[in-house]
């Protein structure tokens, strides 16, 4: 089954989730299928399970070698193992072929069972309890008439296979830091929340942070209020938002398109910064109107390009 693009607008708050499964005993004897989704944008195909060799020094016991798929080396993790689970083997498993931060990964499963289209409104955030029953690789959870759905965080995994694939911020960058700029950050791990506003405290920014699009979009409104009140511009108060793609409630894509059309936002530079920012899909951030989009592992330069940006737009308004 090789995946190819489905048709799907850009801006409608809407995402497609690949749907699969891993088999897992239960305690009656028989098998019991736990169901888990990734973002369609991420998965490249879906494949028979390919002859696999070994790799020398692998960080994990879940990485069962790699395979040679269209010239290209791919690492396969068995995922069952990754979370911890004991899969029972009562059919042939599937192989699902992802790229995202420019880094091609394979993981096996049970099975696949079909793609569903869904709005971000009804992906809900784990709790506590699930997150720590998935080894906190869960992202989202979509609640079915007959079953739940969890998002898996694709990221995470990869990253702590590979730690080098990991955000990291270039340490030898010296910051000038006496614009007094101010930066919204839209996204929804911590982790890269945390990153990305000591990344632009260093450069200069003050830094006011949301969890989600909707969050960062209610903020906006607040602010573009604010300066028609005071007949102020809108740079009075924000100069930049930066923004992940995938989040729950309202994605990025979302945000950029309303803030596109908003008569008064409409000229606040906004960068897409986010694992899905890759040639295959860049026309996605271009349709809504953002002004930059930037891959994950290149946090370092996110904040010289908002400079650039902010200076760009400030100097055609004087």
């Known amino acids: 089954m090789s995946h190819t693009n489905i048709l799907l607008e850009s801006g409608t708050n809407e995402l497609e989730i690949v749907e699969f499964y891993i088999n897992e005993p239960s305690e009656e004897g028989e098998h019991y299928q736990g169901y ?14 390919p002859q696999v060799t070994e790799m020398p020094e692998v960080t994990h016991p879940s990485v069962l070698g790699a395979f040679n ?4 080396i791919t690492p396969l993790v068995d995922l069952s193992m990754w979370l911890g689970k004991e899969r029972t083997e009562n059919e042939p498993p599937k192989v699902i072929v992802t790229e995202f931060n420019r880094v091609t990964t394979a993981f096996m499963v049970s099975g696949v069972t079909r793609i569903h289209r869904i709005s971000w409104e009804e992906v809900e955030p784990p709790n506590a309890y699930v997150s720590n029953l998935s080894n906190d690789s869960i992202t989202g959870v979509v609640k079915m008439d007959d079953r739940i759905i969890f998002i898996l965080d694709l990221e995470k995994i990869v990253t702590e296979l590979n730690p080098s694939l990991g955000l990291r911020l270039d340490e030898t960058i010296h910051w000038e ?6 930066a919204l950050i839209s996204d929804d791990s911590a982790l890269i929340r945390e990153m990305l506003k000591d990344l632009l405290q260093k450069a200069g920014f003050t830094v006011e942070v949301t969890h989600n699009g909707k969050e960062a979009w209610d903020r906006l409104q607040e602010l573009s209020k604010l300066a028609l009140e005071n007949n102020k511009p809108i740079w009075d108060y924000v100069n930049v938002l930066v923004s992940d793609i995938e ?5 990025g894509l979302s945000l950029t398109k309303n803030v596109k059309e908003h008569p008064v936002l409409k000229d606040l530079p906004v960068m897409l910064f986010s694992s899905l920012i890759t040639d295959r899909l860049r026309h996605k951030g271009d349709s809504v109107g953002a002004d ?16 650039d940006l902010i200076d760009k737009y400030m100097g055609a308004a004087e």
């Open 247 to 251: 989040m729950p409630s309202m994605d």
């Open 69 to 72: 798929q269209r010239s290209h």
């Open 36 to 49: 888990y989704g990734v973002n369609v944008a991420k998965v490249l195909e879906i494949i028979r399970m």
């Open 292 to 307: 930059d989009q930037i891959s994950k592992p290149e946090v370092s330069q996110l904040a010289l390009r908002a400079k």
């Open 177 to 182: 830091t006496g614009d007094n700029l101010k």
